[in-house]
């Protein structure tokens, strides 16, 4: 069993940067590849970002493509999500995610095993 906490969410304006940190406890978080999805009111969950278990490779939603940046931290079993020029149209709650083995499409949350609870950011213009 794996536990994931998401910290960071809040309230910005349009241009602003924002670091989510999602802390991870229980099994071996160094093993697990982690990602970010977020789901705003009424749309879908969204893929954000992943990282895989080595850290070595990342991958990104389109929408936030050059914006974002993911990073792990093996020493604090820690995920982030730095997050800058941010927009209206990034408002949605933003969870963590973990998955125990290396996603095939990485973009698909039923890849991942375990949620956190989520963070609501909030961009306004």
């Known amino acids: 069993q794996v536990q994931l906490v998401e910290s960071g969410g809040g309230s910005v304006q349009a241009g602003d940067s924002l670091t989510l940190s999602c802390a991870a406890s229980?099994?071996?978080?160094?093993?697990?590849?982690m990602g970010w999805f977020r789901q705003a009111p009424g749309k879908e969950r969204e893929f954000v970002a992943s990282?895989?278990?080595?850290?070595?490779?990342?991958y990104y939603g389109d929408s936030v493509k050059g914006r974002f940046t993911i990073s792990r931290d093996y020493a604090k079993s820690m995920v982030s999500l730095q997050m800058n020029s941010l927009k209206p149209e990034d408002t949605a709650v933003y969870y963590c995610?973990?998955?125990?083995?290396?996603?095939?499409?990485?973009?698909?949350?039923?890849?991942?095993?375990?949620w956190g609870q989520g963070t609501q950011v909030t961009v306004s213009s």
């Open positions: 995610a973990a998955a125990q083995t290396s996603p095939t499409l990485w973009r698909l949350a039923r890849e991942y095993d375990y």
């Open positions: 229980g099994r071996t978080f160094r093993r697990f590849a």
């Open positions: 990282v895989s278990w080595t850290g070595t490779s990342t």
